[in-house]
Every structure is written in structure tokens, then in C-alpha cells.
């Protein structure tokens, strides 16, 4: 496999786990940390992150919204959920407050 296709392979596998966390919006970023050690926000910092490696000018703002789909204060209010004591300290646990 060439460099191009891999390329194009990765991004679309990309695209398809944004599109999978939008599909599904009951599943808390505190849970996704729980079990999978990351979450819709460190997805948009590894992408700010690439941004930026790349020489591209990018906020987290940005990146949270090319991840959530919409700014991420709407996000919140549209579809987080209060956490569990159980689970705060969870995340705490994982470096994320």
C-alpha cells in the first residue's frame, strides 16, 4: 500500500469514529475515559495538535468544534450529564479534571 492510500485509509477510519461518537451522544466523555482511557476532548487536542505540527493556527475552541460537530458549549448543554462521585474520581484518575 502506498503512502497516499494509507493516508486516505487513516483519515477515513477518522471520520468514521467522529461520526460514530456524534451517532451516539449518550456516551459521556467521562464514560469513553473510563473505558478507553480518551475522550471527544482529547481528540480534539491530538487534532489541534496535528494542526499545529503542520503550521496550521488552530484553538482547542476549533478543534472541539470540527470534533463535536458544533460548538462545544451547545454540546455540553445539549447532552452532557451530571457525573457519579464514582465517576469524577475516575477521570481525576485518568489527569483529567
Same mark, same amino acid.
Given at each position: 500500500?502506498? *503512502?497516499?492510500?494509507?493516508?486516505?485509509? *487513516?483519515?477515513?477510519?477518522?471520520?468514521?469514529?467522529?461520526?460514530?461518537?456524534?451517532?451516539? +451522544?449518550?456516551?459521556?466523555?467521562?464514560?469513553?475515559?473510563?473505558?478507553?482511557?480518551?475522550?471527544?476532548?482529547?481528540?480534539?487536542?491530538?487534532?489541534?495538535?496535528?494542526? *499545529?505540527?503542520?503550521?496550521?493556527?488552530?484553538?482547542?475552541?476549533?478543534?472541539?468544534?470540527?470534533?463535536?460537530?458544533?460548538?462545544?458549549? *451547545?454540546?455540553?448543554?445539549?447532552?452532557? +450529564?451530571?457525573?457519579?462521585?464514582?465517576?469524577?474520581?475516575?477521570?481525576?484518575?485518568?489527569?483529567?479534571?
Amino acid at each position: 500500500m502506498d *503512502e497516499t492510500k494509507r493516508i486516505e485509509i *487513516e483519515a477515513a477510519v477518522f471520520r468514521h469514529l467522529v461520526a460514530h461518537l456524534d451517532e451516539n +451522544k449518550d456516551v459521556q466523555n467521562i464514560d469513553l475515559m473510563d473505558l478507553a482511557g480518551f475522550c471527544r476532548n482529547c481528540l480534539s487536542k491530538w487534532y489541534r495538535a496535528a494542526a *499545529e505540527d503542520r503550521g496550521i493556527d488552530m484553538d482547542y475552541d476549533q478543534a472541539r468544534e470540527i470534533i463535536y460537530g458544533m460548538p462545544y458549549t *451547545e454540546w455540553k448543554q445539549k447532552y452532557q +450529564k451530571e457525573a457519579t462521585a464514582e465517576q469524577k474520581v475516575a477521570l481525576k484518575e485518568h489527569g483529567h479534571d
